[in-house]
């Protein structure tokens, strides 16, 4: 039979259906909050026989249930304001159908603190937060040939595990088993010794302590095991009709991880089955589950098995404190100085830690000598001299929380870099550099000459020709093995005469006044230089390329003297060298001298002196490049006429002229007209060129005198009636006068008689 001390009841199959139907109400409700529940563990103590009844064993349980209390996940089932009450579900050997369940009461609750935390040395990342839930209970069990089972179950695991396959599916089963041995020596199971960790640093070497104490000396053995899984979102409370030979386990992904390695890593994380440590190093950032039995042995015969379930956080932790200093590193992670002659350096501190930093101390090794110690943030030393110097910065000295770095330091010899330079001062041809720094011939130096005219050069002893005369600064630049550059520089006064003077005029040939532009292309010269020109009209220069302007035509000679501000001298005479000749005069006849709208063609004539190019412009109307052309005149008027003349040396002469193209009419009256509507010969009018006429008056009169018809239009006919709208006139002789005025204000009449027959 069962006697439970606290809260203990013998369920019939009526009340067990009633209780499971609760119990899965309860969870259900709870398990959207069950997602913060990340291991647990149940151990028991045998008290001797029961003061109640002596042939019962008197047990206590502890059952160590952890969560992660950041943020707002599940509580621990029964504690205050919690969604469901806690039940532990008991077994009876292989029965399925008889067993009891133990309400629990309130859990003690604690905070836990991994290694990580209270190490001074490392600051773990915030957000990381565990806690405890530990539950008592109570049992007086009968000894039977079969185990009791005490078993937990619940809902979930977090959803973010990275070790698992579908994490956020997957419950936790903690259990403890009775056995039949227990039972016959009143055993007591194991007890972990330590918590377990909460946080784990990423590529940190692990040492974690996961043994456990045995009251009675038992041997214990350790492993990674599989945890179990439990309660789903569906079925939330353990289930009567499966017994615990039916627990399942989680589901690892395979391959990386499995119960046996279920943290991977390099090396692999491993358990000792001798001391339970935990050792290894852990390279995936994350939340992993992880599973470690104690198995307790009697004489070689297993008494029980614990089973702790827990889900390590493996992050990035940050060292407190880390020396560092302003520089560069080498491969072995020294910070490397060098200086180039200069003794004396400056050290700049960056280590890190904040808080954690007290103090720091500075060693300099010094060959023959004491070592420089300092005890400030930063220094400065002065060394020796040249030499190779080695020192030590530790932040934190003879603390737990302290860090070192190393030093090299390295004073460079000087260079002391030198030459010297030959040419010849009047003759332009190349300059020859010497290099005289000492040890020069070592391979340790890189040669850098810049000639002061933008070329380089990375030879020892190089020569250089120039193009521009100057004071030219000439620099050598010597590096050593270590970077180290030193530098002279010297003036070469390089100002020889050209070898040859040349000239290119822009032009050999032209008109008066012509602009000759006479570009100098002897080399080497420039401003500094005296340079003369005689121009050979009497006129002379001093530009380097002047620009002169001939005035008259004749042939000139050129000559042109050039000397050095060393005085280097070298002339040239250019004979005959240009030649102006006379300008065109451009000059045209015409004929006839007078036309009109009806003889509108006029003939040119060239009567130009030295053209050799025409361009004639007639008016608005377009133009011509012949010599003597003939054009026709689209309109009338006083036109004017361009000739332009170019000589054969591009000089040019023009002349304008106006052709008078007068506008003329034409008119004449008939004698009779037939107004009969056979269509032919209906009115009568003025006939000829109308264009150009102005203030036009016809006049028709009748034998009595009489007005009977008068228009200003002279495209207007007479239909015979009076005004053109009136009645018929009779046939008869009628007066006819026209006047107006022509296109030059000339005042003109016609007189006439039309006879009207019908």
């Given at each position: 039979?069962?006697?439970?001390?606290?809260?203990?009841?013998?369920?019939?199959?009526?009340?067990?259906?009633?209780?499971?139907?609760?119990?899965?109400?309860?969870?259900?409700?709870?398990?959207?909050?069950?997602?913060?529940?990340?291991?647990?563990?149940?151990?028991y103590?045998?008290?001797?026989?029961?003061?109640?009844?002596p042939?019962?064993?008197?047990?206590?349980?502890?059952?160590?249930?952890?969560?992660?209390?950041a943020?707002?996940?599940a509580?621990?089932?029964?504690?205050?304001?919690?969604?469901?009450?806690?039940?532990?579900?008991?077994?009876?050997?292989?029965?399925?159908?008889?067993?009891?369940?133990?309400?629990?009461?309130?859990?003690?609750?604690?905070?836990?603190?991994?290694?990580?935390e209270?190490?001074?040395c490392?600051?773990?990342?915030?957000?990381?937060c565990?806690?405890?839930?530990?539950?008592?209970?109570?049992?007086?069990?009968?000894?039977?040939?079969?185990?009791?089972?005490?078993?937990?179950?619940?809902?979930?695991?977090n959803?973010?595990?990275?070790?698992?396959?579908d994490?956020?599916?997957?419950?936790?089963?903690?259990?403890v088993?009775?056995t039949?041995?227990?039972?016959?020596?009143?055993?007591?199971?194991?007890?972990?010794?330590?918590?377990?960790?909460?946080?784990?640093?990423?590529?940190?070497?692990l040492?974690?302590?996961?043994?456990?104490?045995?009251?009675?000396?038992?041997?214990?053995v350790?492993?990674?095991?599989?945890?179990?899984?439990?309660?789903?979102?569906?079925n939330?409370?353990?289930?009567?009709?499966?017994?615990?030979?039916?627990?399942?386990?989680?589901?690892?992904?395979?391959?990386?991880?499995?119960?046996?390695?279920?943290?991977?890593?390099?090396?692999?994380?491993?358990?000792?089955?001798f001391?339970?440590?935990?050792?290894g190093?852990?390279?995936?950032?994350?939340?992993?589950?992880?599973?470690?039995?104690?198995?307790?042995?009697?004489?070689g015969?297993?008494?029980?098995?614990?089973?702790?379930?827990?889900?390590?956080?493996?992050?990035?932790?940050?060292?407190a404190?880390?020396?560092?200093?302003?520089?560069?590193?080498?491969?072995?992670?020294?910070?490397?100085?060098?200086?180039?002659?200069?003794?004396?350096?400056s050290?700049?501190?960056?280590?890190?830690?904040?808080?954690?930093?007290?103090?720091?101390?500075?060693?300099?090794?010094?060959?023959?000598?004491?070592?420089?110690?300092?005890?400030?943030?930063?220094?400065t030393?002065?060394?020796?001299?040249?030499?190779?110097y080695?020192?030590?910065?530790?932040?934190?000295?003879?603390?737990?929380?302290?860090?070192?770095?190393?030093?090299s330091?390295?004073?460079?010899?000087?260079?002391?870099?030198?030459?010297?330079?030959?040419?010849?001062?009047?003759?332009?041809?190349?300059?020859?550099?010497?290099?005289?720094?000492?040890?020069?011939?070592?391979?340790?130096?890189?040669?850098?000459?810049?000639?002061?005219?933008?070329?380089?050069?990375d030879?020892?002893?190089?020569?250089?020709?120039?193009?521009?005369?100057?004071?030219?600064?000439?620099?050598?630049?010597?590096?050593?093995?270590?970077?180290?550059?030193?530098?002279?520089?010297?003036?070469?006064?390089?100002?020889?005469?050209?070898?040859?003077?040349?000239?290119?005029?822009?032009?050999?040939?032209?008109?008066?006044?012509?602009?000759?532009?006479?570009?100098?292309?002897?080399?080497p010269i420039d401003?500094?230089?005296?340079?003369?020109?005689?121009?050979?009209?009497?006129?002379?220069?001093?530009?380097?390329?002047?620009?002169?302007?001939?005035?008259?035509?004749?042939?000139?000679?050129?000559?042109?003297?050039?000397t050095?501000?060393?005085?280097?001298?070298?002339?040239?005479?250019?004979?005959?060298?240009?030649?102006?000749?006379?300008l065109?005069?451009?000059?045209?006849?015409?004929?006839?001298?007078?036309r009109?709208?009806?003889?509108?063609?006029?003939?040119?004539?060239?009567q130009?002196?030295?053209a050799?190019f025409?361009?004639?412009?007639?008016?608005?109307?377009?133009g011509?490049?012949?010599?003597?052309?003939?054009?026709?005149?689209p309109?009338?008027?006083?036109?004017?006429?361009?000739?332009?003349?170019?000589?054969?040396?591009?000089?040019?002469?023009?002349?304008?002229?106006?052709?008078?193209?007068?506008?003329?009419?034409?008119?004449?009256?008939?004698?009779?007209?037939?107004?009969?509507?056979?269509?032919?010969?209906?009115?009568?009018?003025?006939?000829?060129?109308?264009?150009?006429?102005?203030?036009?008056?016809?006049?028709?009169?009748?034998?009595?005198?009489?007005?009977?018809?008068?228009?200003?239009?002279?495209?207007?006919?007479?239909?015979?009636?009076?005004?053109?709208?009136g009645?018929?006139?009779?046939?008869?002789v009628?007066?006819?006068?026209?006047?107006?005025?022509?296109?030059?204000?000339?005042?003109?009449?016609?007189?006439?008689?039309?006879?009207?027959?019908?």
């Amino acid at each position: 039979m069962f006697n439970l001390v606290i809260v203990l009841q013998l369920l019939t199959m009526k009340y067990q259906n009633l209780l499971l139907l609760g119990l899965l109400i309860i969870f259900t409700q709870a398990s959207l909050k069950a997602a913060h529940i990340i291991g647990g563990e149940m151990t028991y103590v045998c008290n001797g026989p029961a003061a109640a009844d002596p042939t019962l064993n008197s047990y206590t349980f502890t059952m160590t249930v952890y969560r992660d209390c950041a943020g707002g996940g599940a509580s621990f089932d029964s504690a205050p304001g919690a969604f469901a009450t806690g039940t532990v579900s008991v077994y009876r050997g292989s029965e399925t159908l008889e067993f009891m369940n133990i309400v629990l009461d309130a859990p003690v609750i604690s905070n836990i603190e991994s290694s990580a935390e209270n190490n001074p040395c490392v600051i773990v990342p915030p957000g990381v937060c565990g806690e405890k839930g530990v539950y008592t209970f109570f049992a007086n069990l009968e000894p039977i040939d079969s185990s009791y089972h005490f078993v937990y179950q619940r809902c979930c695991r977090n959803n973010t595990i990275n070790n698992i396959v579908d994490p956020g599916a997957a419950g936790s089963t903690y259990y403890v088993e009775v056995t039949p041995f227990a039972q016959q020596t009143c055993n007591t199971s194991p007890l972990f010794t330590n918590l377990p960790e909460t946080v784990i640093c990423v590529n940190d070497p692990l040492n974690i302590d996961a043994s456990a104490f045995d009251a009675e000396g038992d041997q214990l053995v350790y492993s990674f095991c599989s945890p179990l899984s439990g309660g789903t979102q569906t079925n939330v409370a353990p289930n009567p009709d499966d017994p615990p030979a039916f627990f399942t386990d989680i589901e690892f992904l395979l391959p990386n991880f499995s119960a046996l390695e279920p943290l991977g890593g390099d090396p692999v994380v491993t358990i000792d089955p001798f001391t339970g440590v935990i050792t290894g190093t852990a390279t995936d950032q994350g939340r992993f589950v992880v599973g470690v039995c104690v198995e307790e042995y009697r004489n070689g015969e297993l008494l029980s098995t614990i089973q702790r379930d827990y889900q390590f956080n493996v992050t990035f932790c940050e060292q407190a404190v880390n020396a560092g200093l302003q520089g560069m590193i080498d491969a072995g992670g020294n910070y490397v100085y060098q200086s180039c002659v200069d003794s004396t350096l400056s050290f700049i501190n960056e280590s890190t830690g904040g808080t954690f930093l007290e103090s720091f101390s500075w060693t300099f090794d010094i060959p023959g000598d004491q070592p420089l110690s300092f005890t400030t943030q930063d220094v400065t030393v002065t060394f020796p001299g040249p030499g190779v110097y080695t020192g030590t910065m530790v932040a934190n000295p003879g603390t737990l929380c302290s860090d070192s770095a190393q030093l090299s330091v390295t004073i460079t010899e000087p260079i002391l870099p030198a030459f010297t330079f030959n040419y010849d001062t009047c003759v332009a041809g190349p300059v020859t550099f010497t290099n005289l720094t000492p040890n020069g011939d070592t391979e340790d130096y890189v040669w850098g000459w810049e000639f002061g005219d933008g070329n380089l050069s990375d030879e020892e002893d190089p020569e250089h020709m120039y193009e521009d005369p100057g004071a030219i600064p000439v620099a050598l630049n010597v590096t050593d093995s270590y970077g180290c550059i030193e530098t002279v520089t010297n003036q070469v006064n390089w100002f020889p005469a050209p070898p040859i003077i040349v000239v290119e005029p822009s032009t050999f040939v032209g008109c008066p006044p012509a602009s000759v532009e006479f570009i100098n292309l002897s080399s080497p010269i420039d401003s500094t230089y005296d340079i003369v020109w005689n121009f050979g009209d009497g006129r002379i220069g001093n530009d380097i390329s002047p620009t002169h302007i001939y005035e008259r035509p004749g042939t000139y000679d050129v000559g042109i003297q050039i000397t050095s501000p060393i005085g280097c001298f070298i002339e040239r005479r250019f004979a005959n060298w240009i030649f102006i000749d006379s300008l065109p005069i451009a000059d045209f006849d015409f004929a006839p001298m007078a036309r009109s709208n009806f003889e509108p063609e006029v003939n040119f004539s060239d009567q130009s002196i030295r053209a050799a190019f025409w361009e004639w412009q007639f008016d608005r109307f377009g133009g011509t490049i012949e010599q003597d052309p003939t054009y026709v005149f689209p309109d009338t008027g006083m036109m004017e006429v361009q000739l332009v003349v170019t000589h054969i040396y591009g000089c040019q002469d023009s002349i304008t002229q106006i052709v008078d193209i007068e506008p003329q009419v034409t008119y004449w009256l008939p004698n009779a007209f037939t107004p009969n509507g056979d269509g032919k010969n209906e009115g009568y009018r003025g006939g000829g060129f109308f264009r150009g006429m102005r203030d036009f008056d016809m006049q028709i009169f009748n034998r009595h005198g009489g007005l009977v018809f008068q228009s200003a239009d002279p495209s207007e006919a007479w239909n015979g009636q009076q005004n053109n709208t009136g009645r018929m006139s009779p046939n008869g002789v009628y007066l006819v006068r026209v006047q107006f005025t022509g296109p030059r204000g000339k005042a003109q009449e016609y007189k006439g008689f039309a006879t009207l027959m019908r």
